[in-house]
């Protein structure tokens, strides 16, 4: 059966909200893809050596006593790979405003762009829910300004609904900084940063979501020009109704390959109109300036078999050869055969008009060359991303199934990857299953260890070929594996903890590794 809708409370138990992450997504890492437009510098490259930093977010982690406070720890790129050290950022590190409490959550959700233009990478937080004064729930952002010396002690800003210049109000559970993504949306060589909020009143309608953009400048982040977007926004299809939940993943890439960045929604709550199908992707194309300028839509009416909350993730790429920007979307909630939420994958390749049903590939575990078949509760593709991981210049595609049986082990979890090349684009050809009983791959196969929970990309040793990384936020207190790969080959895998950073080795709820990087 499809995932019990819960209410957003639940998130304060990372291991409750496996209940929700279909209809939430809150811990998925909002996603900025290379491509024509992208300001120069590289994602999570914080201290500007070139080599990014691989930061991991732990919303569970207890800080100062505060359970579930939540931190997220960065470990600076080498040569070999991340750093056997790190540091840890949360409410109570220095120059962080606010202070640690219960339930925060800081570290949910995290995006990185050069927001000041200087050269460093710097980093947005979210801690979804924050209590604003009495108002639960109201969600926080940080932003943390890259340096020579990284984040730990920079310059740090705060905003929430409450900021002055801020569009919106605060509202109790509206979860501000659900969704985050990074990129140069108006096209003035500074980083901007979209938040969605899928709970967010619009309209007059609970829950059918809203997306702020705050544009980057030479001072960073700015609330005073934040545009407040949703469906009743000039561009943007449709109109806001109950549930629809506009903003529930968001992601920027150059989709149409006109040199200007674009903003992609997924609003998986959508009811579509004459049928039962619900979830649908925007395309806000840019340059946004207090409207996109053009938008499209893509909804799931329209493509067989990807009809139950569609968008339930989202990763970018270029697939192929060509100069547009691609389109993975996950409907891990789909059902396959009999199988309830066993889930799809469907790839959306870009043209010059954006995003057409006219070219949609589907994939799913009864998909020849993929391993395994559907199953009840598997969510196949409940997160995604992607990245070179081959080095041949085409972008591939990792996807994660959280709840995946191995054996007759429950909710152990799997990730398949998935290869791109220059000609088909994403296909099932040398595509590589890895689990925790995968010859080479550290750890055992446990119960509820949500291997693929959360999976990212990221080139940790600044060789131009990006790792996937592979979330485990239930082995113990958490494990990230780092892969190297090739079409059939699975090269490396290493597993870090939070020992294997510097740190204790926490303790069971840290959710170490629910959210990772996906540049």
């Given amino acids: 059966m499809a995932e019990k809708k819960a209410s957003p409370r639940r998130l304060r138990k990372w291991h409750a909200a496996v209940g929700l992450l279909v209809c939430t997504g809150a811990v998925a890492t909002a996603v900025l893809v290379a491509g024509t437009g992208e300001p120069a510098t590289a994602p999570y490259d914080f201290n500007g050596d070139g080599k990014p930093d691989l930061t991991i977010g732990l919303p569970g982690n207890t800080v100062s006593g505060h359970a579930a406070a939540g931190s997220a720890v960065i470990a600076n790129g080498t040569a070999s790979g991340p750093a056997s050290t790190s540091v840890r ?54 932003v943390h300004y890259g340096s020579s010396g990284g984040l730990y002690d920079s310059r740090t800003d705060v905003f929430t609904e409450d900021t002055t210049g801020m569009p919106g109000a605060v509202g109790r559970d509206e979860l501000f900084v659900y969704s985050l993504a990074a990129g140069d949306l108006n096209g003035d060589g500074y980083g901007d940063l979209a938040i969605g909020q899928p709970l967010d009143l619009a309209g007059g309608d609970p829950n059918a979501g809203s997306i702020k953009v705050m544009f980057g400048s030479a001072s960073g982040l700015t609330a ?87 968008g339930s993730a989202l990763a970018l790429g270029h ?79 990792v996807a994660g199934m959280r709840s995946e049986a191995i054996g007759s082990t429950k909710g152990a979890g799997a990730s398949l990857v998935l290869f791109g090349n220059a000609t088909g684009g994403i296909s099932t050809s040398g595509a590589l299953w890895i689990d925790q009983d995968t010859a080479g791959v550290p750890g055992v196969v446990a119960t509820a260890d949500h291997f693929g929970w959360t999976v990212g990309a990221l080139d940790t040793d600044g060789n131009s070929r990006v790792e996937p990384l592979i979330g485990a936020p239930g082995n113990a207190a958490g494990t990230v594996t780092v892969l190297e790969v090739a079409p059939g080959t699975l090269e490396s895998a290493t597993a870090l903890s939070e020992g294997d950073l510097g740190w204790s080795a926490g303790s069971d709820g840290d959710a170490f590794g629910i959210a990772l990087p996906a540049p």
Wanted: no cysteine; hydrophobic share 35%.
């Fill in 224 to 310: 005073d020009s934040t545009v407040w977007i949703d469906q009743s926004t000039a561009n943007v299809p449709g109109t806001p109704e109950p549930g629809d939940r506009f903003g529930e993943q968001i992601a920027i890439g150059d989709i149409n390959g006109d040199g200007t960045q674009d903003l992609v929604s997924a609003t998986i709550g959508e009811q579509i109109s004459g049928s039962s199908d619900r979830g649908s992707v925007h395309v806000l194309y840019g340059p946004v300036t207090d409207a996109p300028a053009s938008g499209g839509y893509l909804d799931s009416g329209n493509v067989t078999g990807f009809g139950e909350f569609a």
């Fill in 89 to 142: 950022i949360d409410q109570e590190s220095p120059g962080v405003p606010g202070a640690a409490e219960d339930d925060d959550n800081f570290g949910q959700t995290f995006a990185s762009g050069d927001f000041d233009n200087d050269g460093h990478a710097d980093l947005a937080i979210a801690s979804p829910l924050e209590a604003i004064d009495t108002t639960e729930g109201a969600g926080m952002l940080t």
């Fill in 319 to 397: 697939f192929n050869d060509d100069p547009y920007t691609d389109v993975a979307i996950g409907v891990s909630d789909q059902k396959v055969g009999e199988d309830g939420a066993a889930g799809r994958l469907a790839v959306v390749y870009s043209d010059a008009e954006g995003l057409s049903t006219d070219r949609v590939e589907l994939f799913d575990q009864d998909t020849p060359g993929i391993a395994g078949a559907p199953e009840q509760e598997d969510y196949f593709a409940g997160s995604l991303a992607s990245g070179d991981f081959d080095g041949d210049g085409v972008d591939d595609l």
